[in-house]
């Protein structure tokens, strides 16, 4: 058993986005996603792997496929693989999202980042 507190992996990106590893297995990534006022994550796809986003703090628009959906605290959202995904800060403050893909797909999804 391993207790975490979301705070300890809230940052406040330098740039963009600040990624922040919470939890990696073979089976599963998760991490919170802190994203500066303004800031986009790009539109990518995890191939075979679902994804939960859960916004800690903070508004975002998801684009899926071209789909536009508000998201805001306490809501989760699930997309799978295969379809295209863009996260936009429409907030007026640093988006913070909890997120787990599974299964992991790359090896690059799984380390802390600074973009």
Known sequence: MKK???SNYFDDPEEKI????LF???DVIAFVLNIAK???LPGHTHLESTLFLQVLEGKAKVLTDGNETPLQVGELMQVDGPE???VINSGEEVLRLFV???PMGSE????????
């Open 4 to 6: 975490f507190t979301f």
């Open 18 to 21: 600040a990624k922040r590893m």
């Open 24 to 26: 990696k297995s073979d």
């Open 38 to 40: 303004g800031e986009i």
């Open 84 to 86: 295209s995904l863009q």
């Open 100 to 102: 787990t893909i599974s």
């Open 108 to 115: 690059a999804f799984a380390t802390d980042a600074n973009v």
